[in-house]
């Protein structure tokens, strides 16, 4: 099964620029999208098809996908960013979706 | 805009079947450009897919909760349902339902969520 590997935590200070990276074999032929969860809340889609955002997502969060590493930029970093980011993938050979583990953004 | 809204008991008894259901409104099962999904997370844990389901009634499930899994589908209540049998506290999870779109080229993810119901296995 395919495997994503997310670091388990990221802290930035206010104004910056965060980056959180999901790893998989060979994950730049993969589509990655991206979610964002709020302690008590469901999770976001923030991010689909490596770098697409949904409606009313800002331009603060962007994402790219190359090689082994697929990454999710977040510039301009608020207070209000904290919270969980997950990467996802469909795995197209067991037609099943696969998730990162999950990475905690901690603004400073 | 789409709506989903989990439902089912919050607490199940270890070797009894955890059954839930997701409410949609805002759309219809039966569009047929977009699957159903069940997603669940432990405790402070990660997510878990757990399948999907199409208004057709064709469904796929996470090969690890296979044996155990089924997922249905009410197009006249416009409803999607889950069955996890022989529940454990391993089992103990928010369960979240959530819709599939895809991509042109294979992508598949998920959005909208539900607002998540907990579920506790326990005696």
């Known amino acids: 099964s395919y495997v994503l590997t997310q670091p388990p935590s990221v802290s930035v200070a206010p104004g910056k620029t965060a980056r959180i990276t999901c790893g998989g074999n060979?994950?730049?032929?993969?589509?990655v999208h991206w979610y964002q969860q709020k302690p008590g809340h469901a999770p976001v889609l923030v991010i689909y098809?490596?770098?697409d955002r949904p409606s009313g997502i800002p331009e603060r969060f962007s994402g790219s996908n190359s090689g082994n590493t697929a990454t999710l930029t977040i510039s301009r970093v608020e207070a209000g960013d904290e919270a969980d980011y997950y990467c996802?993938?469909?795995?197209?050979?067991?037609?099943?979706?696969?998730f990162g583990g999950g990475t905690k953004l901690t603004v400073l | 805009q789409v709506q989903l809204q989990e439902s089912g008991p919050g607490l199940v008894k270890p070797s009894e079947t955890l059954s839930l259901t997701c409410t949609v409104s805002?759309?219809?099962?039966?569009?047929?450009?977009?699957?159903w999904s069940w997603i669940r997370q432990p405790p402070g844990r990660g997510l878990e897919w757990i399948g999907y389901i199409y208004y057709s009634g064709n469904t796929n499930y996470n090969p690890s909760l296979k044996s155990r899994v089924t997922i249905s589908v009410d197009t006249s209540k416009n409803q999607f349902s889950l069955k996890l049998s022989s529940v454990t506290a391993a089992d103990t999870a928010v369960y979240y339902c959530?819709?599939?779109?895809?991509?042109?080229?294979?992508?598949?993810?998920?959005?909208?969520w539900g607002q998540g119901t907990l579920v506790t296995v326990s005696s």
């Open positions: 959530a819709r599939d779109l895809m991509g042109a080229n294979g992508g598949v993810w998920f959005d909208p």
């Open positions: 060979n994950i730049g032929s993969e589509s």
């Open positions: 098809d490596d770098s």
């Open positions: 805002g759309d219809s099962v039966s569009n047929g450009r977009y699957y």
């Open positions: 996802q993938v469909w795995d197209s050979s067991g037609d099943h979706a696969v």
